[in-house]
């Protein structure tokens, strides 16, 4: 016997991005359903760096994290350079969270308002009429169950159990590719002496250690920390548990650890947003839209950003009775594309570069002050290269840079890139018709870059 469930809107895995949407749609009077695998003591088990910056949380009208799930207050980040003599101080103020008890107060206040939290459930498939989508398949427990719902969402992370099984011509389904991911691996250890400063997390740029990505120590509390690393996929470096066994455990900060708490490794988008989050009936969000900050990998806030455009444009798609693209589902694409989207799609741009240079020059870069710890925080938030480029006139820095006038050049490409890019996607189409033309825009522009700066991959 399968047992059927009628709902409006069914949300699958509730990680940052489902249960965030949730929790907006908890008061809207919809019947909403939060599907996940897990049980409460799962919620949020992504392993992650856990770090995440305040404006996220006032941007995407999300609480505070507070008791329990706030491990330690964060005044900004510590960028080294290769040899580590270089530091780049960034402020700016955020957390590092415990995942799970954040994640459970979202899903704790969503099922109080109302929403149907359904945990130990693993969807395995969609579920389409006549070519519309309808529902998923899933099993509670040994029991087969369908969960109907005019707006299926996929949260499920990078698995995308529902988006990778719609119909090749839905341009939802589109592929991730291994080196538009980073394959990152963490433990949160205590460690033997107190960490300096740890109110400051930390940041190693070094492609030694961690081609294509970086290594990270982030203090949850004076003597705990999350320490681990991103490589870039599908280039054949070696697995990050590896380089941290080897490599990161012969540090004497690293190596001090006196106790492991979690340690787990997963891959993460590094790319720009999927082409569309929205299909008729369809959203995917979080990093299954692959709505991920590109240079550093933050996918937290990212997630919360289109949860919340996609709670308003859920409401609207019921006001108006339409759940097809062409109704107000679109809003999603338009609202994240042409803001963060834009900003994302800008610094993978910037990512692509970053993961071409080798140490000698991001050293030199740093050490010369080609990026400022305040051009740092602005290229980060705005995706524009905030490098001091954009004061080529400044002329101390033109000699020091035509000291390296392939790098100057370079420099001027990426630059010229990241901005066409970000115009591009703030053309975003308002009607899905376009979306294949405007597609084709974007991957024109990419290729053109990547021809630019030699990048074969
Ligand atoms: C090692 C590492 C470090 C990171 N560090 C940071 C950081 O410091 N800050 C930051 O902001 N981001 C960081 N990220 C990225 C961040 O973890 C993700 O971007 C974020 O968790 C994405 O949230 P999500 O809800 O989209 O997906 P997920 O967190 O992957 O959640 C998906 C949910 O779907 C459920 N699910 C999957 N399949 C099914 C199924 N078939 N049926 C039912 N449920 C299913 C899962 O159980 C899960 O609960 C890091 C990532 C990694 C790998």
Not at 325 to 339: C, D, F, K, Q, V
Request: glycine fraction near 10%; proline fraction near 5%; hydrophobic fraction near 40%.
């Amino acid at each position: 016997m399968v047992r059927k469930l009628e709902y409006d809107v069914v949300i699958v895995g509730l990680g940052p991005a489902g249960s965030s949407l949730a929790y907006h749609l908890r008061k809207t009077g919809l019947r909403v359903a939060g599907l996940d695998i897990v049980d409460w003591d799962g919620l949020w088990g992504k392993p992650c760096g856990d770090a995440i910056g305040e404006h996220h949380f006032h941007e995407n009208h999300m609480p505070l994290p507070d008791g329990d799930a706030l491990a330690n207050r964060v005044e900004g980040i510590d960028i080294y350079s290769p040899s580590e003599e270089v530091k780049l101080r960034v402020n700016g103020k955020g957390f590092m969270i415990n995942r799970n008890a954040y994640g459970r107060r979202l899903v704790e206040e969503a099922e109080k308002a109302g929403v149907s939290i359904h945990l130990k459930t693993y969807v395995y498939k969609p579920i389409l009429d006549n070519g519309r989508l309808v529902g998923v398949a899933a099993k509670k427990e040994g029991e087969e169950i369908i969960f109907s719902g005019k707006v299926i969402v996929d949260a499920t992370g990078t698995s995308g159990v529902i988006r990778r099984r719609l119909p090749k011509e839905w341009p939802v389904n589109e592929p991730l590719k291994p080196v538009d991911m980073n394959v990152a691996y963490r433990r949160i250890v205590r460690l033997k002496d107190p960490i300096d400063d740890p109110s400051y997390i930390r940041i190693y740029v070094n492609q030694e250690i961690a081609p294509g990505g970086y290594w990270w120590l982030f203090p949850k509390s004076e003597y705990v920390a999350n320490i681990g690393l991103g490589v870039q996929g599908g280039r054949g470096y070696p697995h990050p548990k590896e380089i941290y066994e080897q490599k990161l455990m012969k540090r004497s900060d690293v190596g001090s650890q006196v106790e492991v708490y979690a340690d787990a490794g997963a891959a993460v988008p590094t790319r720009r947003p999927a082409n569309t989050l929205v299909w008729d009936n369809f959203l995917g969000i979080g990093d299954n839209g692959y709505t991920v900050n590109p240079v550093h990998g933050g996918g937290m806030g990212y997630a919360m950003h289109a949860a919340y455009h996609a709670s308003r444009a859920i409401v609207n798609a019921f006001e108006e009775g339409d759940f097809t693209r062409h109704g107000p589902l679109w809003s999603l694409n338009i609202a994240y594309m042409r803001g963060l989207g834009a900003k994302q799609a800008s610094l993978d741009i910037f990512r692509m570069y970053l993961q071409e240079l080798s140490n000698e020059e991001i050293e030199w870069g740093l050490r010369n002050g080609v990026m400022r710890a305040e051009d740092a925080y602005e290229t980060s938030v705005t995706g524009d290269l905030k490098a001091n480029l954009s004061v080529l006139d400044k002329a101390k820095l033109l000699v020091k840079l035509l000291g390296r006038p392939s790098m100057l050049q370079e420099l001027i490409t990426v630059s010229r890139y990241m901005k066409r890019v970000k115009e591009l996607y703030k053309t975003y189409p308002e009607n899905p018709d376009e979306l294949s033309s405007w597609v084709a825009k974007v991957e024109a522009l990419y290729k053109e870059y990547k021809t630019k700066l030699n990048i074969n991959w």
